[in-house]
């Protein structure tokens, strides 16, 4: 019987997950289905519920309901926990596990598909919301020389510093303070490519043979990325790789098989994504 699985979202049209996982399935051979679901914005935990009473094996979610997954689920794995938010469902034995595979997407995607080292570079973390929290432990993990966090309000930035010095060389500031600092690799969490602004960064933050990474995937430079390149950033590269591996590492949970991600990727690549 075809297990099924499903991604949760508001607006949930524009996703790239169906597509991403009917491959992953034709690689491995396991038997899945996997499908979109909007959920009302005030109908999140009754459309997993319902999702789970249908016969439904496990979930991504994806905005605006990764906090809400956090409060909805029985039991967190030690990564969702760190993260505050929760972007994979695991439903089975009269309980609701909730994982977060979005700080494994980025590391694999910038260590691997990238190939740029994390070990011992300076990190620069643009934004300080639920996009940089998710990926502040993994990022710490990969024991960098420092992971900076900046963000528009200094204090937030501070706040989410605090919340993971535990784990490394952790500080926050603001924007304005990044003036005369250089990075190795520069990440934007912000959400400021969706109104298709820039953040008020200042220049020279480009190291000699820097990579700036954005968050948001397309087929056009974002402000971000047109900025980097304008600033001699040696490799840009936006999140298509990200949620592709981040996929990959949800359907392991799932099913115990890592997929192969660069047929996927190719795929997305070449079908203009």
Request: include cysteine; glycine fraction near 10%.
């Amino acid at each position: 019987m075809t297990d099924r699985y499903c991604v949760f979202g508001n607006p949930i049209g524009h996703s790239k997950s169906p597509l991403i996982h009917a491959a992953f399935a034709r690689q491995t051979g396991e038997d899945i289905s996997y499908s979109a679901i909007l959920a009302p914005l005030d109908g999140f935990a009754a459309s997993v519920h319902a999702f789970v009473a249908a016969g439904g094996r496990g979930a991504n979610v994806t905005v605006p309901f990764k906090e809400q997954a956090w409060q909805l689920v029985s039991r967190r794995t030690a990564r969702a926990e760190l993260a505050g938010a929760v972007n994979t469902l695991v439903f089975g034995n009269a309980e609701i596990v909730g994982d977060n595979t979005d700080g494994a997407g980025l590391l694999l995607d910038i260590a691997l598909n990238l190939r740029c080292p994390l070990l011992a570079r300076r990190i620069l973390l643009l934004g300080a919301g639920g996009a940089a929290r998710g990926v502040s432990g993994p990022l710490l993990e990969a024991r960098p020389a420092a992971l900076v966090i900046a963000n528009r309000t200094a204090a937030r930035a501070h706040a989410l510093a605090g919340h993971f010095a535990p784990l490394g060389a952790v500080t926050g500031c603001s924007f304005s303070e990044l003036a005369g600092q250089s990075f190795d690799i520069v990440i934007n969490a912000t959400s400021a490519s969706l109104g298709d602004a820039l953040p008020p960064l200042p220049p020279g933050l480009f190291a000699a043979g820097s990579l700036a990474y954005e968050m948001m995937y397309g087929r056009e430079d974002t402000p971000f990325l047109a900025f980097a390149r304008a600033q001699g950033a040696a490799q840009l590269a936006d999140g298509l790789g990200m949620l592709v591996e981040q996929a990959a590492e949800a359907f392991h949970v799932w099913r115990g098989v890592r997929p192969d991600v660069a047929p996927v990727l190719a795929m997305l690549r070449n079908s203009g994504a």
